[in-house]
């Protein structure tokens, strides 16, 4: 374990092996540092947060501090963080605003410069989230996700699997997997580059093509077009997008006119 002199180590924070600590970093309260984590000049970690193994946490990124939620309940609830995480710079990620409650980061998010995760968010795998991008409380964001820079995703959006989110696009509605959002809550169709880079088949994305035109390009209303995709939902494919249809609460996001 390497600290800079000009750290600020809270004495009941556990920091792992292998961890770097750099100057004028501030570690408070419990923190749980997992090993070979680094934590770079003027970062700010505090709270119940728990973070990974192997992350990178750059310059001024503040983790774990309080929920900016006029419900906040005493001190809030936690944050964990899983393992190779690529954190930079002045990156938000608060913690949950209730006990016993916590904000959820999984593992292998490349999360760029100044991008803010809310309270109680659940995040998952390998998405990218690009600078300035705003996730607001409660947002639930799947795996495999691009989200652009200046997006801003309004509080308990569910965002699917494999999907891309252009840049300064305003979220309302919940996004299914595997789609392009652009603009205001509006799907431009399926995003067939992440879907090769995550490796499915030719034959899959034309399944998934398929569905695309019958969610939105069928004129039919949700509740028809649910019909329709029933009839195939031996796909794997499809029955993930009519699981997601299943547990929208926001509903889905419209199609953009032709």
């Avoid at 809270?10 to 092996?17: C, T, V, Y």
């Avoid at 999907?163 to 959002?181: C, E, F, Q």
């Amino acid at each position: 374990m390497s600290v800079h002199p000009t750290a600020i180590v809270d004495p009941a924070a556990e920091i792992a092996e292998g961890v770097e600590i750099g100057p004028y970093v501030i570690v408070e309260g419990p923190v749980k540092i997992g090993a070979r984590t680094k934590v770079l000049p003027h970062a700010h970690l505090s709270g119940d947060t728990e973070i990974g193994e192997d992350c990178e946490i750059h310059m001024g990124a503040i983790l774990g501090h309080l929920p900016q939620d006029r419900g906040l309940e005493g001190g809030g609830g936690g944050l964990t963080i899983g393992d190779r995480n690529l954190i930079r710079e002045h990156v938000t990620i608060h913690r949950a605003s209730k006990p016993g409650h916590r904000t959820l980061i999984g593992d292998e998010n490349f999360l760029l410069s100044c991008c803010h995760i809310g309270h109680d968010c659940k995040v998952g795998n390998l998405n990218n989230i690009a600078n300035g991008a705003l996730l607001a409380g409660y947002v639930t964001l799947g795996n495999r996700n691009f989200v652009s820079g200046n997006v801003v995703i309004h509080q308990f959006v569910k965002v699917g699997d494999m999907t891309m989110i252009g840049g300064a696009s305003r979220v309302s509605k919940d996004v299914p997997h595997y789609m392009i959002l652009e603009g205001n809550s509006k799907i431009r169709g399926v995003n067939f580059i992440g879907l090769q880079r995550a490796g499915l088949s030719e034959e899959q994305r034309s399944t998934i093509k398929q569905a695309y035109r019958i969610l939105y390009q069928s004129g039919l209303n949700v509740r028809n077009a649910v019909a329709r995709l029933e009839e195939l939902k031996d796909s794997p494919e499809i029955q993930n997008l009519l699981d997601f249809i299943a547990r929208s609460e926001r509903g889905l996001s419209g199609g953009a006119r032709r």
